[in-house]
């Protein structure tokens, strides 16, 4: 084994030349660096030349604004609410609306209590099924009547599903709606 004399360093090689050259430092140098830069750039490069798309819903939706028919004396303040608007008699697509809303109402677990149905309709339109809030049709203008609404606990439209909407979609897009809006409603 070599011992070196106390006071003096090796510093290259046998002739005197560096072990290693300054250019080779400074290539290393530059690789850490660019290392430790390459998450920020590969998020920019990310974000400008592969945009994120926009979230997926299955409804329609609407621009958030408020709802006439939520001043009514008689609405469920602070609930999430489905709304649906009846103009007579219940045909056979708004009996199988009502059908569909009670399942996706069902189907929401725990959250159900934190989920209302309403229907607008004229007065003296005939009975309603069990779970369902019958409200007057005079505050419905502009309302469509080929499927129901989606309305937030501040009384604002948010959502609106035709009644060919299936119902698992809308029942998953709901269960997450109501998971991420926990304190809301």
């Known amino acids: 084994?070599?011992?070196?004399?106390?006071?003096?360093?090796?510093?290259?090689?046998?002739?005197?030349?560096?072990r290693y050259s300054t250019r080779y430092a400074r290539i290393k140098l530059l690789l850490i660096a660019l290392f430790c830069a390459s998450p920020v750039l590969g998020s920019y490069l990310a974000y400008y030349l592969l945009p994120p798309a926009g979230g997926k819903s299955y409804g329609q939706l609407l621009t958030v604004e408020p709802l006439a028919a939520a001043r009514q004396p008689g609405w469920p303040k602070g609930k999430w609410v489905l709304l649906t608007v009846q103009d007579g008699r219940c045909s056979d697509s708004c009996k199988q609306r009502r059908f569909?809303?009670?399942?996706?109402?069902?189907?929401?677990?725990?959250?159900?209590?934190?989920?209302?149905?309403?229907?607008l309709r004229p007065v003296g339109a005939g009975p309603l099924p069990a779970g369902l809030l019958g409200l007057p049709l005079d505050a419905a203008t502009g309302l469509r009547r080929d499927g129901y609404y989606l309305v937030d606990p501040l009384g604002n439209q948010v959502m609106f599903y035709s009644d060919q909407a299936e119902p698992v979609p809308v029942i998953r897009e709901l269960t997450r709606l109501l998971k991420t809006n926990n304190g809301l409603g």
């Open 1 to 18: 084994m070599m011992s070196l004399p106390v006071g003096k360093v090796r510093s290259g090689t046998a002739d005197g030349t560096p």
């Open 100 to 119: 569909v809303l009670k399942q996706i109402h069902t189907a929401q677990g725990e959250a159900a209590e934190r989920l209302r149905r309403i229907e």
